[in-house]
């Protein structure tokens, strides 16, 4: 299933959680007995992939947690509230402290089949890489006693990963001046180093001026203001601040309503 993992050894018995510590992957995934080294930001959408993808290897019986475990979501003590504690009917992880713990595409079957395959082995907060690999071989070696799961496959329901429902990109883009409110002029100060967005009435009279190194503050500042009426102009704004914040960060020239080209102006730090 897809996600921000490195396959190891596909015979080996030992999975990696880095957390999120993206850097530990790649080197991880490299350590004797390591099957596969991915991290881990959500309790939700991000364990049931990760429950997923260790579930389609009955091999891995051992789950070492390293890494960097986020102040926001406590991964960590979510995974660890998942094995010890299990789900309620609404297969909400019980205990768990991270933002909305629910398992809402995973099978109360799947989860018990991971539940009953993995050992926990908990090195939050290891980052050297000569420490996580002495967790891996003492994981291998205590595993290594266990009884094979049943079968080559889960003898749980094949995991399941979640259907969309596919629509065509596009559509029609109103014309600026639709919006009753007003439209939007925007340009790069670059000796301040920030975007400037002016707003004109249909009048084209001036009225409102909003500047920030940053497109998501511009645009939620004229979201705020309630300044934008349709949601394509909303769109369309979005689409050209980041742009300009491109621009801006990068050094390229920016002009609205034209593709970004490359300048020698200075990039902006």
Known sequence: MAGEYHVGDVTASVAVCTLSSRDLIAPVSVLPGVAIAGRLITVNLGIERMVTNLLGNPGIRALVICGKDSPVFHTAQAIRALVENGVTAERRIIGAQGHWPVLGNLSTAQIARFRDQVMLVDAIGTSEIP????????????????????????????????????????????????????????????????IVCRQYSVDHAPAHEIRSHSAERILLGLLRADLVSRLSHAGYLGAELAKAEIALRLGFRYEQDKPLAASPQKPCK
Request: proline share 11%.
């Open 131 to 194: 420490m996580i690999a002495r967790q891996v071989a003492a994981a291998a070696e205590r595993v290594a006693s266990l009884p094979p799961m049943a079968g080559s496959e889960p003898a749980v329901d094949t995991p399941s990963r979640p259907t969309f429902k596919r629509i065509a990109a596009g559509g029609h883009r109103e014309p600026v001046g639709y919006d009753p409110r007003g439209f939007f002029i925007i340009t790069l100060d670059r000796n301040a180093g920030e």
